[in-house]
């Protein structure tokens, strides 16, 4: 079993509609969680990170934890072209010396 | 720029010669990762390092490939006798000493590893 799974995508949106990316995660014991978004060719760059359950909200970004569900999602609201990326995943395990990534899941917003 | 530093940014090697990248941590930050990137594929990690230190290596393939973080300077990735499956980016993350509240890492540019 993978530790952090992404649907690979690509997940196709219209602009201006609402981008929905989801992740589960194996390890119970995980204690942090964050979206990294990666441009074709670039580094990753964090998005949002998320410690606790419920959801957390920046600007057009909210992130969604739930860890009874092992589940972890992103919503984007008011896609852009510009938004269109890879979206990744990624859960610490305690102690937070480990950070596992999932294989991402690639967004296009059309205009 | 405070940010993760890494270079070279692209080098190319032939099979069999030693490839070394570096990275220099965002200041402030005692934490070193490397992760791995094969082309349309997720990151993959290898190590993670502090000062001098080798705290988690269990992603570092078992032959050809060694890392550190001396007490002065950048960490090193060092990759002997290269072989074309090496050919990947590789990235360096660094983050602060770690927080009751969770290890957030930040990413450098990546270092792209040709393989000729």
């Known amino acids: 079993q993978k530790e952090v799974e992404q649907n690979s995508g690509p997940l196709s949106v219209p602009e201006g509609a609402i981008a929905s990316l989801n992740c589960t995660y194996s390890d119970r014991g995980s204690q942090s969680f964050f979206w990294y978004r990666q441009y074709s060719g670039k580094s990753p760059e964090l998005i949002m990170s998320?410690?606790?359950?419920g959801d957390k909200e920046d600007g057009r970004f909210t992130a969604q934890l739930n860890k009874a569900s092992q589940y972890v999602s992103l919503l984007i609201r008011d896609s852009q072209p510009s938004d269109s990326a890879t979206y990744l995943c990624a859960v610490s395990g305690p102690g937070g010396f480990k950070t596992i990534f999932g294989a991402g899941t690639r967004l296009f917003v059309k205009a | 720029n405070a940010g993760v530093m890494q270079n070279p940014r692209h080098l190319v090697r032939r099979r069999g010669q030693e490839a070394r990248l570096r990275c220099s941590p965002m200041k402030g930050h005692s934490h070193v990762y490397w992760y791995r990137q094969l082309p349309e594929e997720g990151l993959k990690f290898m190590v993670y390092l502090q000062k001098e230190n080798i705290i988690d290596e269990s992603g570092m393939p078992k032959e050809r490939f060694s890392a550190e973080f001396p007490k002065e300077g950048p960490s090193i990735l060092r990759i002997q006798q290269v072989v074309r499956g090496d050919s990947a980016a590789y990235f360096c993350?660094?983050?602060?000493?770690?927080?009751?509240?969770?290890?957030?890492?930040?990413f450098g540019e990546g270092s792209w590893l040709t393989v000729v």
């Open positions: 993350a660094s983050s602060p000493p770690l927080q009751p509240s969770g290890n957030t890492i930040y």
């Open positions: 998320i410690y606790s359950n």
